[in-house]
């Protein structure tokens, strides 16, 4: 049974629609992440968060914006959205090291 | 500049043999490494993990291997099973950096029957 949900697991959409990916975790966890990834590639870390109303840009630069006004929800939008952000979007938290991922968004921009 | 590297992107084993899938690291400073496994259009799950300060962890079939001196670690399965037929990401992470997870490219494992 998850612990972190993440919605839809697909999505298909038109260039320029703005779009949320809902990330929601059980846990109480303080810490949660957003990653995206390529096939064949790492997983890059785009924003996180240490607690409410607490979020950082990650590693690789994104267009994406997050909120984190509940610890357990860490929503992701994107206001116009564009080819170049069709990847797979993974939502994690965690307690020290322990990270819970949950079963990811697969967007595809057209 | 990749942190985490795994240069294999694909292994092929035979059922009941060993696999062995390999990360090499160019952070010093790192000093937690964790194993996940991932399936197709689902998350990574969490395997195995090694601290710094031990050369070696061991649960079930999986066991890592640390070497520090050579920045390189190591995961060895056996036996293999077809159901560990998966892609396999190694993962660094250090403490003062509140515990955000370094990623490599992932090796896809495929154990055939």
């Known amino acids: 049974e998850a612990d972190i949900y993440q919605t839809p697991r697909y999505l298909v959409i038109g260039t320029g629609k703005k779009i949320t990916l809902e990330c929601s975790q059980t846990m109480g966890h303080d810490k949660m992440y957003w990653y995206q990834q390529d096939p064949g590639m790492e997983l890059h870390l785009i924003h996180y968060s240490y607690g409410v109303n607490s979020t950082e840009k990650g590693d690789l630069s994104s267009e994406s914006t997050v909120s984190r006004i509940r610890t357990e929800h860490f929503p992701l939008t994107l206001e116009s959205a564009r080819p170049s952000h069709t990847s797979q979007y993974l939502c994690?938290?965690?307690?020290?090291?322990?990270?819970?991922f949950g079963s990811g968004t697969r967007l595809t921009v057209v | 500049d990749q942190q985490v590297k795994q240069n294999s992107p694909s292994l092929s084993v035979q059922e009941g043999r060993i696999s062995i899938l390999n990360c090499d690291y160019t952070?010093?400073?790192?000093?937690?490494f964790l194993w996940y496994k991932k399936y197709p259009a689902e998350g990574p799950t969490f395997l195995i993990s090694i601290s710094s300060i031990k050369d070696k962890n061991e649960d079930g079939r999986f066991t890592v291997f640390l070497n520090k001196s050579a920045k390189h670690l190591s995961l060895h399965i056996v036996p293999s099973q077809p159901g560990d037929s998966a892609v396999y990401f190694c993962a660094a992470s250090q403490y003062n950096q509140g515990g955000k997870l370094i990623f490599g490219q992932g090796t896809e494992l495929s154990v055939k029957p």
């Open positions: 952070n010093s400073m790192f000093d937690y």
């Open positions: 994690a938290s965690s307690v020290g090291f322990g990270y819970t």
